[in-house]
């Protein structure tokens, strides 16, 4: 993961669907934010948008607009999802609502642009699909555990396939838990009120 420690201010940036979670607005709006200069942005050699974070923040005390939690502190558990199936992303959403846990939750659909989001977002705990495309869920995590930043960073591999057909792609390092679909969403939330009252204990989560 060299081209992610070596771009140059890149802690300082992210893509447009983090930026859109921060200002709770759409990707399209933080678009035309970014076309009419109330955001400062780039585009990477790779084609990827960036945003610098201080602009961010410029625009929220500028208009008055409350920073979101992944910014400013760890009240809530910071959960991110990779997922490309947009059917499982609304089912997850619908469980998580639903369950009211002081749970922070960002999606995506692409583990490349989660990726690229990442050292800026610092996720508390994640979840990911294996089956995907262009960067499957194996190259995914294996570049996140290569990652200082991310080294122990709590994973659930999400899968329909088999112990057998996970082995013969070369596998998955031992501290990733596998949860085989169809997922059973009681363990789920076991998992994170576990984690949550880790945390609890630590005092880095309000109840």
């Avoid at 329909?160 to 996970?166: A, D, N, P, S």
Wanted: proline share 4%; net charge negative.
């Amino acid at each position: 993961m060299k081209h992610l420690a070596q771009e140059e201010g890149y802690d300082g940036y992210c893509g447009t669907s983090y930026a859109a979670k921060l200002l709770k607005v759409s990707v399209g709006t933080v678009q035309n934010l970014v076309e009419s200069s109330s955001l400062k942005a780039w585009k990477t050699q790779g084609g990827h948008r960036r945003i610098s974070l201080q602009s961010i923040q410029e625009y929220q005390a500028t208009h008055h607009l409350e920073q979101s939690s992944w910014f400013a502190s760890d009240a809530k558990l910071r959960v991110l999802v990779v997922e490309d199936d947009e059917n499982s992303r609304l089912m997850y959403q619908a469980h998580f609502d639903r369950w009211a846990l002081p749970l922070d939750v960002v999606m995506y659909a692409s583990a490349m642009e989660a990726l690229l989001d990442m050292p800026a977002m610092q996720p508390q705990v994640l979840l990911t699909d294996l089956n995907m495309p262009n960067m499957d869920g194996f190259k995914f995590i294996q570049t996140l555990l290569d990652h200082k930043l991310f080294a122990n960073l709590p994973i659930i591999a999400i899968t329909g396939l088999t112990k057998e057909q996970i082995a013969a792609k070369g596998g998955l390092p031992p501290e990733v838990q596998v949860l085989s679909k169809p997922i059973d969403m009681e363990w789920l939330r076991g998992f994170f009120d576990a984690l949550i009252s880790v945390r609890l204990m630590n005092g880095k989560v309000r109840a």
